[in-house]
């Protein structure tokens, strides 16, 4: 069985490296490869300097040829319906769907006080869409920044997608379907956030959720102007008393 995972996040990438390499099904042919999209994984030394790279909206004929089955951990492109109705494609997604479907799920879960997940489904050619083998939600607690969340997210990922390895490769899960389409969020709907415009009128609970939302490690998010046109970076430290 020939298997192909797409990864353009190295963090998860090497997560599921290591859980096929654990589960060492022999009859897996596994490949790893990326977008072209730059992304951190170019650098890495399984990537770094070797063609590893699929268009999939150029490639899907050779992808169709080649694999049984395709894993999208956190790939960026968003697969042409061609493929996904012509081979099984799953992926993994840092949000619970159908509620946090699009980008950077965590950010929209603070914003709009929703539940937050990792899900796991087959894809159909819509974002983040398509029935649903596995999802589960994480906690989310007012002290947290993004950050905080998305890791706990990215662990359930890893978790769900041990629980339903041999399901996932043996094709033998029961999937579920969801009426609602919940919402997606774009990578504008996160620009749009990033912009604090200093006189709106909001409550103190609005405002440590903007900034919580938008503080995740060292990224320059949150932003306003000063009198002089100058851009100021904004982030916020919340710690809980022990
Ligand atoms: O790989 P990923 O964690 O996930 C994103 C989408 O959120 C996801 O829905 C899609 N399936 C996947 C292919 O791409 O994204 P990332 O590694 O670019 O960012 C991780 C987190 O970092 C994000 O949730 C929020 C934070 N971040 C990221 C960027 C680029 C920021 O706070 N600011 C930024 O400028």
């Known amino acids: ?47 770094n300097g070797k063609n590893l790279v699929i268009n999939v ?27 996904v109705e012509g ?7 840092p949000g619970y ?7 950077y799920p965590q950010v929209f879960a603070i ?6 997940g990792a899900t796991i489904h087959e894809m159909d050619e819509k974002l983040d869409h398509g029935p649903i ?3 589960e939600t994480v906690p989310k607690y007012l002290y947290d920044t993004s950050i905080d969340i998305y890791n706990r997210v990215l662990s359930k990922e890893i978790e769900l997608f041990e629980k339903y390895f041999d399901s996932i490769i043996d094709n033998t899960y029961i999937t579920n379907s969801f009426e609602n389409q919940g919402k997606v969020y774009l990578k504008r709907d996160f620009i749009d956030l990033c912009e604090l415009e200093l006189d709106e009128k909001v409550t103190y609970r609005e405002v440590i959720n903007r900034l919580r939302a938008l503080t995740h490690g060292d990224y320059k998010n949150a932003y306003f102007f000063d009198e002089e046109g100058r851009k100021v970076y904004v982030s916020v430290n919340l710690e809980l008393d022990e």
């Open 87 to 93: 081979v099984r494609c799953i992926n993994i997604h």
């Open 57 to 83: 909206k150029r490639d899907w004929r050779e992808l169709l040829l080649n694999y049984d089955l395709i894993i999208s951990m956190h790939c960026m492109q968003l697969f042409p319906k061609e493929l």
């Open 97 to 103: 769907n159908p509620v946090n479907r699009g980008w």
């Open 1 to 47: 069985m020939r298997v192909l995972v797409l990864s353009d996040n190295v963090q998860q990438y090497i997560r599921i490296k290591k859980l096929f390499q654990e589960r060492d099904r022999k009859e897996l042919k596994i490949d790893y490869k990326h977008s072209p999209i730059r992304s951190s994984i170019w650098e890495h030394e399984d990537f």
């Open 111 to 116: 914003i709009h006080d929703t539940i937050i």
């Open 133 to 135: 083998i596995a999802h």
